[in-house]
């Protein structure tokens, strides 16, 4: 009795029928694997953006130094770090206590500025119309997940303390080393386009570096004027609110509406005649920083389309929460040069929209 054996061969029909959608299905499947990771692992990718940007601010700073005393980029690291956490001990020395103490007058204060503000809207017709159709809003149920993400960062000391630590470490690596993690980074791209690759991440670090550099001059110049004016109106805890408003400069649009609100409260205890010089001072302080601040700054930094900011800060709170309105603007500019650098340059192959200040540098290179 004869036995035939089939032995399948490799362009058999069902190797043929499955093989095109092979690598489509792989592909697929690692874009949903790498997805996954992402969303699992964002407080940590967050955490390294973070870092990435100081670094960056810490080697805008060094190349300044170097460029005028001839010292290396990544030496220069160490002494304007140096410089910076004294700067910050000398500020803690000099003025911790007196911001410690308007911050606990702010959590004091504005509780009973917001009870009072609720019980004069309430003697009014328009006033109660108000308050009644904003009961019918839960406002616990809508502050409840930012207060549930504030608990858990804040509410352990050491994880907060391990954050910063490694936040701190990491940017000061980063920046006395960027070549060494970028080269690896490119490891991970094919060889043809690396060469590409490097110039968007060259082209990336530069925009990212002159804006968090343009922006922290805004921070500071909108939080001295912020404190000097509130302090010269009489303004209760005028450094804490200077310092609120200098921080949340870092947001642009947004934070200076946010960071006005709580000055407006405080003043809203001593009288409406106050309330009106407060919002005047935060109204012009707005107005010179848009109008004189920024263009200045700008002029060696980067500027930021307004509505797609604005854009920005709605879609990354929505997806990462109160970090993501927080670094909205500087996740706008890596998009910005993504799209103009991936899509306009090298599928369209026309020249970029944006940032356009660097073509004298890119042509000089080539």
């Known amino acids: 009795?004869?036995?035939?054996?089939?032995?399948?061969?490799?362009?058999?029909?069902?190797?043929?029928?499955?093989?095109?959608?092979?690598?489509?299905?792989?592909?697929?499947?690692?874009?949903?694997?790498?997805?996954?990771?992402?969303?699992?692992?964002?407080?940590?990718?967050?955490?390294?953006?973070?870092?990435?940007?100081?670094?960056?601010?810490?080697?805008?700073?060094?190349?300044?130094?170097?460029?005028?005393?001839?010292?290396?980029?990544?030496?220069?690291?160490?002494?304007?770090?140096?410089?910076?956490?004294?700067?910050?001990?000398?500020?803690?020395?000099?003025?911790?206590?007196?911001?410690?103490s308007q911050f606990n007058l702010l959590t004091k204060d504005l509780p009973q500025s917001l009870a009072q503000l609720a019980h004069e809207l309430g003697s009014s017709p328009w006033g109660a119309w108000l308050l009644g159709h904003a009961q019918d809003i839960s406002l616990g149920n809508a502050t409840a997940p930012i207060a549930t993400y504030i608990a858990a960062l804040f509410g352990s000391i050491f994880r907060t303390v391990a954050y910063i630590c490694i936040l701190l470490f990491a940017a000061l690596y980063f920046a006395v080393q960027p070549n060494r993690y970028v080269d690896g980074v490119l490891r991970l791209v094919p060889a043809p386009r690396r060469d590409g690759a490097r110039e968007m991440l060259e082209l990336l670090g530069m925009t990212l570096r002159r804006w968090i550099v343009g922006q922290s001059v805004t921070m500071a110049v909108v939080g001295t004027f912020t404190a000097i004016g509130l302090v010269l109106l009489g303004v209760p805890a005028p450094l804490a609110l200077g310092l609120i408003s200098g921080m949340f400069a870092f947001v642009p649009y947004v934070g200076?509406?946010?960071?006005?609100?709580?000055?407006?409260?405080?003043?809203?205890?001593?009288?409406?005649?106050l309330v009106g010089y407060v919002v005047a001072l935060y109204a012009a302080i707005h107005f010179v920083e848009s109008n004189l601040i920024t263009p200045l700054v700008q002029a060696e930094a980067i500027e930021l389309p307004p509505v797609l900011t604005l854009f920005a800060t709605l879609i990354f709170g929505l997806l990462l929460g109160p970090v993501g309105v927080l670094l909205a603007a500087p996740l706008a500019v890596v998009v910005l040069v993504a799209v103009n650098t991936i899509y306009i340059e090298g599928?369209?192959?026309?020249?970029?929209?944006?940032?356009?200040?660097?073509?004298?540098?890119?042509?000089?290179r080539v």
């Not at 029909?13 to 093989?19: A, F, L, P, Q």
């Not at 770090?81 to 003025?95: E, Q, T």
């Not at 509406?257 to 409406?272: C, D, E, H, I």
């Not at 599928?347 to 000089?364: D, F, H, N, T």
């Open 1 to 100: 009795m004869n036995t035939e054996i089939i032995v399948p061969r490799e362009d058999s029909e069902w190797s043929k029928s499955i093989g095109p959608f092979l690598h489509p299905a792989f592909v697929v499947c690692l874009v949903i694997v790498v997805a996954l990771a992402v969303w699992k692992l964002s407080d940590v990718l967050v955490l390294a953006f973070g870092a990435a940007l100081l670094a960056l601010l810490l080697r805008g700073l060094a190349h300044e130094v170097s460029r005028r005393t001839r010292m290396a980029e990544s030496w220069a690291v160490i002494p304007v770090s140096l410089l910076l956490l004294g700067l910050i001990a000398a500020i803690g020395w000099l003025f911790g206590s007196q911001i410690t």
């Open 256 to 273: 200076p509406l946010l960071a006005s609100t709580s000055g407006v409260l405080m003043a809203s205890m001593q009288g409406p005649e």
């Open 347 to 364: 599928i369209l192959g026309e020249r970029r929209v944006w940032p356009s200040s660097y073509e004298p540098m890119r042509k000089a």
